[in-house]
């Protein structure tokens, strides 16, 4: 098959990361991947072997969706939207795919509905119409008005096939978070969490017994950054290693360097989910792949998830965590020196945890699934 998957990150890496981890599963399945990414490039995530188109990228001004960046930070207008969207369909009439796939979208994006929309118009002209799937995650952002969702469930039910949830139901299911109405539910399946394989102790046990700070490849980790520059001061006989992701993370590492914190700065690293097999604990926020790698590694682990701008997402998947094992769950509010180290050392403190009882192969799963609508083609 030819398949070809849509994805923009405003924020963080996250969506993207998981959309990779999808094309790597189809390319090992023996089939041919396009993704097509509308955010910023993340140099700290591995693409090799994936054919990968990079779009006019967009960015979120902070928290609000609605404010679109271009790679110069200026508000993006109606002629690059309208580049993006030429590009993006292009895309699609020349690979000619047997499933498109689009990540996220009609469950959020609405500010890039008219791109998304475009595109799939361009797929119903196509001579072999393809099987149209929405890839998403466990937690959703739940919709604000009951009209977003009853607007999701018009566009589903026009172009999708399917809804991809990339969640174990046995843990999470939609409902929790969207309203999952009779046709919604009809279009729904499951295929456990995505996740690469797990990646095992590091050759070199880097990480050994270090506390990790990790807050994706967006700048909204600033605070727990430089709570954490502080916490490391209170934790003499425990060394700290704060990971700082996004393109500009040099900068912002000789920034935090103003500290004098005891912690190592570093940019984020291809192998941290190999050094979290080796860590004392791991602090971090909630996202869907930083979740799935503490999971995955059993690792002691403290979440501040993030909450600003009237986010939900990552409080709602770190209350569906908190009462396994070694797991801290610690508000924005309380974020303090202080409670930041009390919190890794009741996570440190804890019975090992062990990560049996999750399904973890849901991008080969979504591979089965999108092979068996498209019919063999």
């Not at 796939?101 to 196509?126: C, D, H, M, N, V």
């Not at 920034?255 to 604990?281: G, T």
């Not at 973890?360 to 498209?374: C, K, N, Q, T, W």
């Amino acid at each position: 098959m030819k398949v070809l998957i849509a994805v923009t990150h405003l924020l963080g890496t996250g969506h993207l990361s998981r959309a990779l981890t999808l094309a790597r599963a189809f390319i090992a399945a023996g089939h041919r991947v396009q993704a097509v990414s509308g955010g910023f490039p993340a140099p700290q995530l591995n693409t090799d072997g994936i054919d990968l188109l990079q779009l006019p990228p967009l960015r979120s001004d902070g928290v609000d969706f609605t404010r679109l960046l271009t790679e110069n930070s200026t508000l993006a207008d109606e002629a690059y939207f309208a580049r993006r969207q030429t590009a993006i369909c292009a895309a699609l009439r020349n690979l000619q795919p047997d499933v498109l796939i689009t990540e996220l979208y009609p469950f959020g994006r609405r500010s890039l509905r008219k791109e998304f929309l475009a595109l799939l118009e361009t797929a119903r002209t196509l001579p072999l119409r393809p099987v149209i799937l929405s890839s998403i995650r466990d937690i959703l952002a739940p919709p604000s008005k009951p009209e977003k969702a009853e607007k999701a469930d018009a566009v589903i039910a026009k172009h999708f096939d399917a809804v991809l949830v990339h969640s174990d139901p046995a843990a999470t299911r939609l409902n929790a978070s969207w309203p999952v109405s009779d046709l919604l539910a009809a279009k729904l399946r499951y295929t456990g969490y995505v996740a690469p394989t797990a990646a095992g102790p590091h050759p070199d046990q880097a990480g050994a017994g270090e506390v990790l700070v990790s807050a994706g490849g967006g700048s909204v980790g600033t605070p727990l950054y430089r709570c954490a520059l502080e916490a490391a001061k209170l934790m003499p006989g425990t060394p700290w290693r704060l990971l700082v992701g996004g393109s500009d993370a040099n900068v912002r590492i000789a920034d935090f360097s103003k500290a004098r914190s005891p912690a190592l700065l570093e940019p984020a690293r291809q192998d941290f989910r190999q050094m979290l097999s080796h860590a004392a604990a791991s602090v971090s926020m909630c996202g869907y792949n930083t979740a799935l790698d503490i999971l995955q590694a059993g690792t002691p682990a403290v979440f501040v998830p993030f909450d600003a701008g009237n986010e939900t997402e990552q409080g709602l998947r770190a209350a569906s965590l908190a009462p396994l094992k070694g797991i801290e769950i610690l508000e924005t509010a309380l974020l303090s020196p202080e409670s930041l180290c009390a919190a890794v050392k009741t996570a440190m403190q804890a019975s090992p945890r062990l990560a049996g009882g999750f399904r973890f192969d849901g991008a080969v799963r979504s591979v089965e699934i999108a092979a068996e609508l498209a019919g063999g083609r």
